[in-house]
């Protein structure tokens, strides 16, 4: 195994001190988890049902009478399969209602709970959730299995329909839940349903089962990580074996498409594997090298391969991690860290093609972004992983939440017009405002487990290492060489300095600080030890470290004015703004209507003024750019011949793009055409 891995500290040795971040992170605690409670037990008047403790107790209910599955016809959907109550009716005591991998919500609620109890112990709080683990656990079968969409539906139908029924993707969000719960709580409730759960798959689709995996990726990541924290050879096994039939001939997909068409008397299909590009089953995960298909799913399926190569040293998988960031991050990746450029399918498009108006860009798919750059960055620590890590985060993961923590995007658009949204259906995927809750919630309870998991993303550490990736202000106890150090990191980006120091403790080793991409002349400083810079965007200091000594590091901080290749059709000509980790976007509060109309001047970033604004209650960086507006005559034709459009000096204003919708309904840019 090489020395350049690392892991993330345990999220308790990790507290959170940077305002910005902090508050954040309170939010989630204080009104993104109690009101995405009440989502899951449809308490949200106005707001679409979620089904979630609904179905929970129906299976509950129906496991302990052993009446289990009934038989609904699902009704296919953009993203699945949904059940409604019939037109009129009140819902079925013993129905299941929602998509059908509804159960994920809860646990992802259950994983951002667990973690916030890592970070500030609440009992009322771990009260509430051990309700929901109890209510879990009431919902498994005897034999372990665990999906309240097969128990109250038809439990013969079980595992017929990995492509898209998403039984493994529910595991895997259980698995996840579970671990942060032990770990949270030191309780094994929930870890052994997961167990149970993952025996009973271990047992069909496991090195000596049925080949299968999941159409809906997670379970491999999640797998890798109950074999982190048990130490049980099978859970890593089970991931492997579902890496390793993906992808491959006869595709398991189609045999099991080809079981159900058989039944109903029609043809069946070709065998092969190249037809599931869709679902990353298209050809063997090591061949891999381009990122395709549904955006989330690829980025989990990334981020289970690089867990997959650091755990083994292997490779040729590391190799198809890297081809595949390089296909994501260098070809199909939005400014703002979003991937996913069409709303056909929530999927990647082809290269370059990444249009703002239609993007699609879903929450998750960022958050998965951010999960599979953390993975790259614990194989090897090189600046660019955290660059995208930290792009994602501060931009859309953060775009998907209101700053009152109580409406969400699921579609994070680089260019809005609201009446366009509302009355083209071709833009009907884009929201110009947050909802309330979806019937398909993946993205709401995602950005609660992030941002409640975020001391994970600051820093990583190896046996003689640590790597500070993010500068977020935090306090760390860190172990270098087997001793435990506590360190204090601060960082003032308009000041362009961070400090680590060492607070208590002593130890040999390295400390490690990211060049982020954004930042220009770095220097760093430290008495008595030689800072070397690395080829991989990290400054290296190494040195034996005690209570007092502190490495600083500055660096010149600007205003950015960036361009897209030229490959890229949408956005040539247009120019965008950022300012260290924040990309910036012009809206309509500041900026008046027809956002097209601005041309702006990126020749004349320096003379950019920063303002503070405040926005519900958060005082953002605004930003004020040099522009011009281009003027419309009074009755302008729609043709006429080719002049020169007439255009006033003006001031854009600009505000960091997760800000953006919050002061009402409005248009929005980040690209805005240059003069
Ligand atoms: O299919 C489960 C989740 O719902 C996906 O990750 C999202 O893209 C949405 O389709
Ligand atoms: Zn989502």
């Not at 204080?30 to 049902?49: C, E, H, K, M």
């Not at 992808?247 to 599931?276: H, I």
């Not at 820093?459 to 150090?485: F, M, V």
Request: aromatic share 10%.
């Amino acid at each position: 195994m090489s020395d350049t891995i690392s892991a993330p500290l345990p999220l308790r040795s990790v507290r959170v001190t940077d305002p910005f971040w902090s508050r954040e992170m309170d939010l989630i605690r204080t009104a993104v988890i109690p009101y995405q409670w009440d989502a899951l037990n449809d308490r949200i008047p106005g707001a679409a049902p979620s089904w979630w403790a609904h179905n929970m107790r129906a299976a509950a209910r129906a496991i302990a009478v052993k009446k289990v599955g009934g038989g609904y016809a699902p009704v296919q959907q953009n993203c699945g399969f949904v059940i409604s109550p019939e037109e009129g009716k009140p819902p079925m005591e013993d129905g299941f209602y929602g998509f059908v991998f509804q159960d994920s919500d809860g646990y992802k609620w259950l994983e951002a709970v667990a973690y916030q109890l890592m970070v500030k112990p609440d009992a009322a709080l771990q009260k509430q959730a051990q309700e929901a683990v109890d209510l879990i656990r009431a919902a498994q079968e005897e034999d372990g299995y665990l999906n309240t969409y097969y128990s109250l539906t038809g439990r013969d139908r079980a595992f017929t329909n990995l492509k898209d029924h998403h039984e493994l993707y529910c595991f895997g969000h259980l698995t996840e839940a579970a671990v942060a719960w032990k770990q949270a709580t030191g309780k094994d409730d929930l870890l052994d349903v997961a167990r149970r759960f993952g025996r009973c798959i271990f047992k069909r689709f496991g090195p000596d089962g049925e080949r299968g995996c999941p159409g809906h990726e997670i379970a491999e990541m999640a797998l890798y990580r109950l074999y982190e924290e048990t130490g049980e050879t099978e859970w890593k096994e089970l991931a492997q074996r579902f890496l390793d039939v993906r992808g491959t001939d006869p595709s398991t997909f189609a045999l099991e498409e080809n079981r159900r068409l058989k039944k109903e008397g029609k043809k069946e299909l070709p065998v092969t594997a190249e037809r599931y590009r869709y679902y990353q089953a298209h050809k063997p995960v090591r061949d891999m090298d381009e990122a395709v298909g549904h955006a989330v799913r690829q980025m989990y399926l990334a981020s289970g391969m690089a867990d997959e190569a650091r755990l083994t040293g292997n490779e040729a998988m590391r190799a198809a991690c890297e081809r595949l960031w390089r296909s994501t991050v260098h070809e199909k990746m939005y400014v703002t860290g979003g991937v996913g450029g069409t709303h056909v399918g929530e999927a990647f498009s082809r290269p370059y093609d990444l249009p703002s108006d239609t993007a699609y860009s879903e929450t998750c798919a960022a958050i998965g972004l951010a999960f599979f750059a953390r993975r790259m960055l614990q194989l090897r620590p090189k600046a660019e992983y955290a660059d995208v890590m930290e792009r994602a985060l501060y931009n859309t993961v953060l775009s998907g939440m209101a700053l009152d923590g109580k409406s969400f995007f699921y579609v994070n658009p680089l260019e809005v017009d609201p009446a366009a949204c509302e009355t083209d259906e071709r833009l009907s995927h884009v929201k110009p405002v947050r909802q309330k809750w979806f019937g398909c919630a993946c993205c709401p309870p995602n950005i609660a487990r992030i941002v409640s998991s975020l001391g994970q993303y600051i820093a990583t550490q190896s046996e003689d290492a640590l790597y500070i990736h993010l500068y977020i202000g935090s306090e760390i106890k860190a172990t270098l060489n087997g001793r435990e150090i506590t360190l204090k990191l601060d960082a003032d980006l308009r000041k362009g300095s961070a400090r680590l120091t060492v607070l208590s403790g002593e130890g040999s080793g390295t400390l490690a600080f990211r060049v982020p991409a954004w930042a220009d002349n770095t220097r760093v400083s430290v008495s008595g030890a030689q800072a070397t810079a690395c080829a991989d965007g990290y400054w290296l200091v190494s040195g034996h470290w005690q209570a007092g000594d502190s490495v600083e590091m500055a660096f010149d901080i600007s205003v950015q004015a960036v361009a897209a290749s030229p490959l890229v059709r949408e956005t040539m000509h247009q120019v965008c703004y950022t300012w260290g980790p924040w990309v910036y976007c012009a809206e309509e509060a500041d900026n008046g209507k027809n956002l097209h109309l601005l041309r702006a001047c990126p020749e004349k970033k320096a003379e950019a003024q920063f303002r503070d604004m405040e926005i519900d209650g958060l005082t953002v960086p605004a930003l004020t750019v040099p522009g011009k507006r281009v003027t419309v005559p009074d009755s302008a034709p729609l043709y006429a011949p080719w002049h020169q459009p007439e255009t006033e000096e003006t001031k854009i204003t600009l505000i960091p793009y997760f800000a953006w919708n919050n002061r009402g309904k409005g248009e929005m840019r980040v690209w805005l055409e240059a003069e």
